[in-house]
């Protein structure tokens, strides 16, 4: 069991580098003359250098307290699942993480963000889609 949760946490991760790798190479949707969307490639993109909030540090929020098994430690160094997934990222990316606290009922307000992503158990709805983006969901709660 346990091998099979480790595993599991290595695809997730996996296809979390992936997601933000594809999202560094996107291009910014901008209107084209005559009214339609502008197209491209992502030819030019280096994925080697993603665009973050502060140059070469991946700045991760999550709400004080987290909780385990999703989170354990302290705030320098978090562990545990979203923890370990978040430190995983940003290996795969070469660079340093930084722990920023965001209170939970901010991390899903519409609006700029000081932080490159939110790892804080959010339950993804049709209203918090309209404030912000998410990733594929990795986690249901069906309560």
Excluded: H
């Amino acid at each position: 069991m346990q091998e099979r949760t480790w595993t599991m946490r290595r695809v997730a991760i996996g296809l979390i580098i992936v997601m933000l790798l594809v999202a560094a190479c996107a291009e910014e949707e901008t209107a084209a003359p005559g009214g339609g969307s502008g197209g491209g490639s992502a030819a030019g993109c280096d994925t080697s250098n993603p665009p973050l909030m502060e140059e070469g540090v991946l700045t991760v929020a999550t709400d004080r307290p987290a909780f385990p098994p999703w989170f354990e430690g302290n705030p320098k160094r978090y562990s545990g699942y979203e923890g370990d997934l978040a430190t995983e990222i940003a290996k795969g990316l070469g660079v340093p993480i930084k722990w920023v606290v965001e209170p939970f009922n901010k991390s899903f307000a519409p609006g700029d963000k000081d932080y490159d992503f939110d790892i804080n158990q959010i339950s993804i709805t049709p209203e918090r889609k309209q404030a912000v983006d998410f990733s594929d969901g990795y986690f249901d709660n069906n309560q």
